[in-house]
């Protein structure tokens, strides 16, 4: 241990030395900032904002077991409100519109075939198909030209007695009752169709001949009245339309001689030009 003597001694030399420049009148200069050489402060402080992440803070969570809770019955509560209004609008508006009320109109539609008829409109004010005229032939029955009306509002003409003394020649006691028959339907071009059906007997043909059967026979009367009726009479060929029915059908049933002798014939169907079709047209 120094004794206290020495201390003495060593504080004295100190201040003497640290007094000396002021002393002999050297320059001082302001001593230069001290570079902190001790990393300790910093370099700990530093690694500590690197090192430790920052703590978010605390998000609440709204999916809590009550907040469900009141969720859910929110639900149930709207469900059960739009049901109560529901009803009410139902019985609202049954109560407006009853049957049997005065004031209200019921519109009652009647159905037949294919036309509408509203119970309230009278019969004549519906647009019903065009159906042919059946009294413009009535001046031809005497003669020997049967007419009926059929449910499609078209006329089906039949002749009495036979067009055709053989295959396919005219009769020429009949050429007078087509030719006022060709003038009638002269006067509908462009309202009427006409189609011609021909007819046969049962009896087969011969072969060789030049039809090779009875069908081809119809069809071959049935286009020489279409023949006659546009160069006699001036019927349109475009409003003619020729088929055949060949043996079936006979417009007079019977085998007797005196029915195959009337089934040498054509039968005539006049309709309305709206209910024709091309389906059974058969040109030259």
């Known amino acids: 241990m120094p004794s206290p003597?020495?201390?003495?001694?060593?504080?004295?030399?100190?201040?003497l030395m640290g007094g000396l420049p002021q002393t002999i009148g050297v320059a001082q200069h302001p001593p230069a900032e001290a570079k902190n050489t001790d990393p300790s402060k910093d370099d700990i402080q530093e690694q500590s904002d690197l090192s430790t992440p920052e703590k978010a803070p605390p998000v609440p969570s709204w999916w809590t077991p009550p907040r469900l809770v009141m969720v859910g019955a929110s639900g149930i509560l709207l469900v059960l409100i739009g049901i109560g209004i529901g009803v009410v609008v139902r019985d609202q508006s049954a109560d407006l519109v009853k049957p049997g009320e005065p004031g209200i109109a019921l519109r009652v539609v009647v159905i037949t075939n294919t036309v509408v008829v509203p119970a309230s409109v009278p019969a004549a004010a519906v647009d019903l198909p065009p159906r042919i005229d059946a009294a413009v032939f009535q001046a031809l029955e005497p003669d020997g030209l049967v007419c009926s009306v059929e449910e499609s509002g078209s006329v089906r003409l039949t002749f009495t007695e036979a067009l055709f003394v053989s295959r396919v020649v005219l009769d020429p006691g009949q050429g007078a009752l087509l030719t006022r028959l060709g003038a009638v339907l002269t006067g509908h071009t462009g309202e009427w169709d006409v189609v011609l059906s021909g007819h046969t007997d049962a009896t087969p043909l011969k072969s060789g001949g030049q039809y090779r059967d009875n069908e081809e026979l119809g069809l071959g009367r049935a286009m020489e009245v279409a023949r006659f009726l546009h160069r006699q009479a001036g019927v349109p060929m475009a409003m003619i339309h020729a088929v055949s029915e060949g043996e079936a059908n006979p417009p007079h049933p019977g085998d007797d001689a005196e029915?195959?002798?009337?089934?040498?014939?054509?039968?005539?169907?006049?309709?309305?030009?709206?209910?024709?079709?091309?389906?059974?047209?058969?040109r030259e």
Do not use: C, E, F, Q
């Not at 020495?6 to 504080?11: C, F, T, V």
């Not at 040498?264 to 058969?282: G, M, N």
């Open 5 to 15: 003597k020495n201390s003495s001694l060593g504080r004295g030399l100190g201040d």
């Open 259 to 282: 029915a195959r002798r009337k089934n040498r014939t054509v039968t005539i169907l006049v309709r309305p030009a709206a209910l024709s079709t091309t389906s059974d047209r058969r």
